[in-house]
């Protein structure tokens, strides 16, 4: 299925679909705030955009630096070239420790490379930590969103999730009832566990160590108390210097949710007394990416999900309608860069309104990729025959100003007095949702003419 098939079935719903857009148009404003409280906003993104830039420019440098750096610290360091191996590094870890038990904070690395269904096939129990992230995981769904993971829920939703899983009281769906509820049942979760697996979301080459930014304070839990702590971290986390961390981490948390700091920001630099920590850097597609010009700097990306708050398409569709672990502008891009044929109406899914490219930190060009990619799938010939023959028609015509004028005078004249059954019939993909406009006498043309003549 299609964005425009699964969109259909989130929008059906038009009183969630409000409430889902004016949700994150609330994020957005907060993020906004944020942002232009501080004079120097602009500056930190184009410093940003430097250093990712140059991060990438010199990526096997910096990687080896990182791993030198980490296993001085006592880190082991592995490399994994995709999903699958990935997947089989973690599981050998845990089996040859005997541990069956994984806490897992946020990390959307570890969603593209489907590692939960895998662990829990070979028998690890798996429990997701992030509160939102136990919620999906527990309706036994995606996150649709990579910063709220569970943002598509009312909180009745979650209150009737945890009356069933959780045994919490019927029909009780006050916030923080279930959020203390969520933390009674976290608990022992982390108590309990064998191991613990985090995402990474800044690497420094400089020190071989990794940051997590987490508002749960999860992460560090899961990391402290298990004895074996597994970072999965995309070869694109990494940052040159430990100074290089502030001007991220400021435009982070500002763009993600319009904090001026997430609560936890935590370095990890070493295991804990007598434990043991592995860091897995993870290529899956991205050197591939990196290899290509026009779409590059979606690697700059930080996961901040500002672009996704920002898009009047993904707010009023919601993240599963994108079909791809990433949803929204940037899921976009990273869709059709990993499999154009699968993701080919993700490029379509965008008005090129370019809001997205405005609120990016880290200033990547979404909006001209998502065009681009637009291109990729008309020449990979995956455009949907309907849409084709129209858009090669309509640019023909288009080619043809006599051609356009007479048509415009013939449907001026014509579509006013149509049938409605006739003019709206399933031809008519643009009036499925829509009213046409009232037709006016005169073209443009017509009038500037008149103007121009003096008639008007
Ligand atoms: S593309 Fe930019 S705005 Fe979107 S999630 Fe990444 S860093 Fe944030």
Known sequence: MGHPEAAEKFIANDERMHWHDKALWFVREKRDLAAHGIPEWEELRRVAKQIKTHVMSKLDVYLEEFEENAKEKGIHVHWAKDAKEHNEIVLKLLLNRGAKKLVKSKSMLTEECHLNPYLEENGIDVVDTDLGERIVQLREEAPS??????????KEDVGTTFEHFLKTEKGNSDPTYLTRSARVHLRKKFLNADASLTGVNFGIAETGGIVVCTNEGNADL?????????????????????KDLAVFTRLLSRSATGQPITSYTSHFHAPVEGGEMHIIIVDNGRSKILGSQDFKQSLNCIRCGACLNTCPIYRRSGGHSYGYTIPGPIGSTLGPSKDLSA???LPFACTLCASCSNVCPIKIDLHHQLYKYRQHVVNAGLLATKKHTILKVAAWVMKHPSLLDFGGKIARKIVPIMPRSILYSSANIWGKK???????????KELYKQHKEGKK
């Open 434 to 444: 829509r009213e046409l406009p009232k037709f006016p006498k005169n073209s443009f």
């Open 222 to 242: 899961g990391a402290s108390l298990a004895k074996l702590h597994i970072a999965s971290m995309g070869i694109e986390k990494i940052i040159p210097k430990i």
């Open 145 to 154: 969103h990579i910063v709220l993971p569970a943002i598509h829920l009312k």
């Open 343 to 345: 993701n080919k109406t």
